[in-house]
């Protein structure tokens, strides 16, 4: 170890939190309007209706209903990194609709968890997860785990 | 249908209308060689069918993409340079899909305007193998970058989204989207320009691999080479020219609206409709008749709407097709066929739907009763659609025009609708390019 943990984009997750269970995705809410963004929006909000500047960050929430998912069968392209000297592993992807918000977010599935173990509609979690490692860091994400789904 | 009317007595100043004199397009294929070489190709036999020389092009309007455009070798220069020189006035367009549809949509602003009498529209592309991927580089600011760096997310891995979005919400089955792939086949077997030209069967779609759950290889549509080219041109110009025209009578661009509650590519997230009322529109104050009557046009031909949370509302494909019926003056009620965009089997139905054939849901009925297929009551990609060409991404709009005129015309050979006279062409691409064209006779 010792390599160090960098988030694939920064901002859009929390980084370290306290407590596994604290992990939440990041956007931001329009001080003006209450329109919520992700990912954020710093800069300006892009109701029409609003001309608002003032752009706050908030916690997603952690839990939401799978919208729809899916699965990679082929290794996609770079910048998507895979070692090509392995077999390609599918990954699953899933949208979930988060119900306070009244969007949809897409993430990758825990690895392991495959479009048979999904269901429109089922309830999922985000949670911190790895994306790649290279030689000085370990990249990290958020990933989609069914709720009661082994850790 | 007003326009019929107005076609016959009226002016363009009235209608907004310009004729399509020639269409032209170059087999698609992968050929291995330049855009250039197709879209001259395509311009040549446009400018033929017209029966005009090219010297008497006043403007070129060239759509591009980012691969076969780039600064420097910029599409309606590109095509201009190729054919020679001759001073004509140029447009470059890059809409994604919609490219080719905003260099119509170009070439008939300026001709509206008075500021040309024929146009010359063209685009053409050299399409990779493979996956369509990002531009190299570490773009962290690029959404389209980004989704394939965090979730190795493809385009199809978006189609199979709302595949099996359709299939929890709709009942569709894999049987359905096969049978969308077997209809585009046999009509594309007719078409001389198609690509694949032979007979699909539901095993052959069946047996094909699994490339994003639910969707298999010949549920995608492939990326391809080919080239379309337009000759369009005033009112006055073309009744003095010939004495059967067809007529575009609208061409739709529009953007997507806030909220967008579905999810499209290449983005992470919709956006949130919490806080907003997606019924009741969110132009900024004065936002006008003509956008809220877009929508309202959009729900009437769609059905039943459902606002609030349900996500599925009437969204950006539906307000595409909408403001290019309102501009029309046309309903899916006049439609002798359409031309949209089956970048999947599933999304050919979700079209079904958004362009105001069959309520929400009813797609996969509308399909298995024939009613989509060459002989139906309204046929769906009589061309062979997208399963049969592979996507040209720039030349692919204008390809759509060039099946409807073909059709009015009466020159569709063993794909020909009986007495159709009216089209409509859909498509939507990325980063909210969208665009419906009508062409009338
Ligand atoms: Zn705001």
Redesign the pocket.
């Known amino acids: 170890m010792g390599r160090a943990r960098t988030p694939v984009v920064a901002g859009w997750f929390t980084e370290e939190p306290e407590r596994p269970e604290d992990f939440r995705l990041l956007g931001t809410r329009?001080?003006?309007?209450?329109?919520v963004f992700f990912p954020r929006e710093d800069d300006f909000?892009?109701?029409p209706a609003?001309?608002?500047t003032r752009l706050l960050e908030v916690p997603l929430s952690p839990r939401g209903r799978v919208w729809s998912f899916t699965d990679g069968r082929y290794r996609p392209p770079a910048p998507y990194v895979s070692d090509p000297a392995r077999e390609w592993e599918p990954y699953t992807l899933v949208a979930v609709e988060l119900a306070a918000e009244r969007m949809v977010v897409l993430g990758q599935a825990v690895p392991g968890i495959t479009v048979a173990d999904l269901a429109v509609g089922m309830e999922v979690e985000v949670v911190p997860g790895v994306l790649n490692e290279d030689d000085e860091r370990v990249w990290t994400t958020w990933h989609w785990r069914p709720v009661g789904a082994r850790p | 249908m007003d326009h019929l009317a107005l076609a016959s007595g009226g002016s363009a100043a009235v209608t907004g209308d310009v004729a399509v004199l020639g269409a032209g397009m170059h087999p698609w294929g992968k050929w291995g060689r330049g855009f250039t070489e197709y879209g001259v190709a395509a311009a040549r036999e446009a400018l033929a069918d017209a029966g005009l020389d090219w010297t008497r092009v006043t403007l070129v309007c060239g759509a591009q993409t980012v691969r076969g455009g780039y600064p420097g070798h910029v599409a309606g220069a590109a095509f201009a340079r190729a054919l020679g020189w001759q001073g004509a006035r140029v447009s470059s367009s890059y809409a994604a899909c919609a490219s080719g549809a905003q260099a119509v949509n170009t070439a008939r602003a300026h001709i509206l305007a008075g500021m040309a009498d024929v146009a010359l529209v063209v685009g053409a592309d050299a399409a990779p193998k493979g996956f369509f991927a990002p531009a190299g580089g570490e773009r962290a600011d690029d959404p389209d970058w980004l989704r394939f760096r965090i979730l190795g997310a493809t385009n199809p891995a978006y189609f199979a989204l709302y595949a099996r979005r359709r299939m929890a919400v709709h009942g569709d089955t894999a049987e359905d989207f096969a049978l969308v792939k077997v209809k585009n086949a046999a009509a594309g077997a007719a078409n001389p320009c198609a690509r694949y030209r032979r007979a699909v069967t539901a095993d052959e779609v069946a047996a094909s691999p699994v490339v994003a759950d639910p969707l298999r290889l010949l549920d995608i549509c492939a990326t391809s080479d080919g080239a379309a080219a337009l000759v369009l041109s005033s009112m006055e110009f073309a009744r003095r020219h010939t004495a059967h025209p067809v007529w575009i009578t609208a061409v739709s661009t529009v953007t997507p609206r806030f909220p967008q509650t579905v999810l499209e590519l290449p983005d992470f997230a919709t956006d949130s409709a919490a806080g907003t009322d997606p019924a009741a529109g969110t132009g900024k104050d004065g936002a006008g008749t003509v956008r809220t009557g877009a929508v309202q046009a959009g729900r009437d031909h769609a059905g039943t709407v459902h606002a609030g949370t349900e996500p599925d509302r009437a969204g950006f494909r539906a307000s595409i097709a909408a403001a290019a019926y309102e501009e029309a003056g046309a309903g899916p009620e006049d439609l002798d066929l359409a031309e949209v965009y089956d970048l999947s089997t599933a999304l050919e139905l979700q079209w079904y739907e958004d362009i105001g054939l069959c309520p929400p849901g009813d797609a996969a009925r509308l399909l298995r009763e024939g009613a989509t297929g060459l002989g139906g009551r309204i046929p769906v990609n009589p061309s062979g659609g997208l399963a049969s060409f592979g996507e040209a991404v720039p030349a692919q709009a204008i390809a759509q025009v060039c099946e409807a005129v073909r059709q009015l015309r009466g020159q569709a050979g063993d794909r020909q609708i009986e007495g159709a006279r009216v089209a409509l062409t859909a498509n939507q691409g990325l980063f909210g390019h969208g665009s419906s064209v009508v062409v009338v006779r």
Do not use: E, H, V, Y
Request: glycine share 8%; proline share 0%; net charge neutral.
């Open positions: 329009c001080a003006d309007c209450s329109a909000c892009r109701n609003c001309c608002g």
